[in-house]
């Protein structure tokens, strides 16, 4: 689950972290008022989305009165921004974060991270922060230093000496980044966190180190441990289809090709998608019914996939174990006949109740198209949407 800036930043500011003043607006009228609370000539406006490269994208605006503010903030709200993480259609902005303007001297990068690969939590830290570190990363990777330390109850001063080691900074800047780090640390700890950002980490004009930036990852499995976390969840920024599939217990990501696919498991979604590129074509989204789901949640996961209309045609592809094949083929039926199937259906049964599973689809009377192989399966979903 992600959340804005502006939640972010109030999460640091709770645990000590150095950032900067803001306050959110979620219309123009707000403007007057919370602006009060900013004690600053200088404001910087910044659309709130779940999407990196804001800036680029004009969703980052410095101006330097009230007058100029609101011409900005009007302009924002409403847009429509596209950035490299939103896909092509966008995001549209619904609330702003403004907050005092600061003079920056230098921009660094500072994250922490679960490090699924080593069962570690990762610090990564670079003197190159700002809008273009994924172009650091890929061009000068050596400026990128990552250290990674054992899960304990707190970090230690060694650890910390590490990671802002690349940053050299004077001793009231080592005090307050100690104290940062720690903040980081525990706030990925006691909110279950996956990923804490800090882009850029800017030293002012004056020496002081500020968060200019923050995002902030949390583990969907761990939320309902966390009301707090939760009650920050935005709505308007995920897809309408996955917040039906989190309904639904499905793990769904709708992608942006043709060919609708519904499988039990994750790496076999991944291994069919694969596949579905491999033969020429795009996959429309990632979709695990899982290992155990009834007819109901299979029905469910078919009309999900139904209702992205770039939907061409349906490969279903399931590998019996805990789940039947028989449970499959009713559901499918089911959801086909009810929502008036008009696209390609292929459907690749193996495992637990297959014969049974397609003896049910092929007495349905439905076009619907057996696979022996996912091999198979692909070839015959490519060329059916042809």
Do not use: W
């Not at 609370?37 to 404001?43: A, G, M, R």
């Amino acid at each position: 689950m992600n959340i804005h800036e502006h939640q972010a930043k109030k999460i640091l500011k709770d645990y000590g972290a150095p950032v900067s003043n803001g306050v959110v607006i979620y219309s123009l009228d707000e403007i007057k008022d919370k602006i009060k609370q900013l004690d600053s000539e200088n404001y910087v406006v910044k659309a709130q989305i779940h999407a990196g490269g804001r800036g680029k994208a004009g969703g980052v605006k410095l101006v330097k009165n009230i007058e100029e503010l609101t011409k900005e903030a009007t302009e924002m709200f409403g847009k429509i921004l596209k950035t490299h993480q939103t896909g092509p259609d966008g995001k549209e902005v619904k609330r702003l974060y403004i907050e005092e303007a600061a003079d920056i001297s230098k921009e660094l990068y500072l994250s922490c991270l679960v490090d699924r690969a080593s069962s570690k939590i990762a610090f990564i830290s670079s003197t190159e922060g700002g809008m273009d570190i994924e172009k650091v990363a890929a061009e000068t990777p050596e400026k990128i230093i990552t250290h990674k330390i054992d899960l304990k109850d707190d970090i230690r001063d060694d650890e910390i000496e590490k990671i802002i080691q690349p940053f050299n900074f004077n001793n009231e800047q080592t005090l307050a980044s100690q104290k940062l780090i720690k903040a980081l640390y525990k706030i990925l700890i006691e909110k279950d966190a996956t990923l804490i950002e800090i882009n850029p980490l800017i030293i002012t004009k004056e020496q002081k180190i500020v968060c200019l930036d923050a995002k902030m990852n949390f583990d969907d499995n761990a939320i309902f441990r966390r009301p707090d976390v939760l009650e920050l969840r935005d709505l308007n920024e995920e897809e309408p289809a996955e917040i039906e599939a989190s309904k639904h217990d499905l793990a769904y990501i709708k992608l942006n090709g043709s060919i609708g696919c519904m499988v039990n498991g994750a790496g076999l979604a991944m291994a069919t998608m694969d596949i579905i590129k491999l033969y020429g074509k795009e996959p429309a989204n990632f979709l695990d019914v899982g290992g155990g789901a009834s007819k109901e949640k299979v029905s469910a996961a078919f009309k999900l996939i139904l209702s992205d209309k770039n939907v061409k045609g349906i490969l279903i592809n399931i590998f019996g174990g805990i789940m039947r094949c028989d449970v499959i083929a009713q559901g499918v039926l089911d959801a086909a006949k009810e929502t008036n199937l008009s696209v390609p259906l292929v459907v690749r049964l193996a495992g637990t109740n297959f014969k049974e599973g397609k003896d049910i689809l092929d007495k349905s009377g439905l076009k619907i198209l057996s696979a022996t192989d996912l091999n198979d399966a692909a070839k015959k979903i490519v060329e059916a949407i042809k």
